[in-house]
């Protein structure tokens, strides 16, 4: 099967994860159950997906010159990333802060550190490297302008451009012209478009909208087609970065060519798994496990 290359330029951080009960109130303290260090970012995380549903994927970000700059690349390593990762002597490593109860549901604050300072260097990169037919996974936590000129570089080169806008901010709309895939969750089309509707992202521009509803399943929209995805009935621990799984194996799939409704059902099958499993980036499944899930469900990927 011919295979095209997944490149992911984003955010990489480590998460730091308490698991308890519920969420503390405002002023309250609670016990918490397990604690978790973690590579994340959802840069990254989708890198990581990408990678180990099989498609060959190289991670294009910046860490500060700490401790967590190294676990962060660790993790790369250690998933069989390509990266092209700038270690900046002057910030530090973007850090997640995240609260997970006991229905699975998650609250996350980040210090984006040097993600936010992701710039010429690594565009550079992206511009040497990026050919016709590959595939650019973009999200919301580097600045708007690089964001920017990324997909104007990887649409110049005809490559497909899947964007995740999140973290939502309003500015993102100006991305969306770009790419091909917008991919956003309830909260992020609300904010995007002050609208539920999905349909109103192609009068920003949108292409094709896989408007993710999470267990609900996802709907793929674009000017003559709709698609349901139903999700898959699983028992969730764990939500975190389950976005990121969905995206990142969303475009593994198309890197093999495979057509829209499979490579949509073998992302959201991707994502049941995750959310089985502790952490974001960790809990994302192999090619092997989503095909034997996928089997086990009926469908078939090839
Ligand atoms: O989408 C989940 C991710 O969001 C976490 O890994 C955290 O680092 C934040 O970027």
Redesign the pocket.
Known sequence: MESKKVFVLG?I???LVVYAEHFPEKGETVFGKEFLI????????QAVASKKASGDTTFIGRVGKDIFGKIAEDSLKSFGVDYFLIHDEDTQT???L?NVDKEGN?R?T?IEGANGKVGKEEIDYLEENIKSGDILLLQG?IETTELLKAAKIAKDKDALVIFDP??VRKDLVSIIPYVDYVTPNEIELQKLTLSSDPKELLKFGAKNVIFKMGEKGVLFINESKELFVKAYSVNAIDT?????TFNGSFASALSKNVEIEKALKFATASAAISVTRKG??ISSPTYEEIIKFLEEHHEKFI
């Open positions: 955010s951080n480590v998460d973690n590579q994340g970012g959802k840069g990254a995380n973007g850090v997640a995240i998650n996350i980040i936590e999140a973290p975190t970065g389950a976005g990121d974001a980036a």
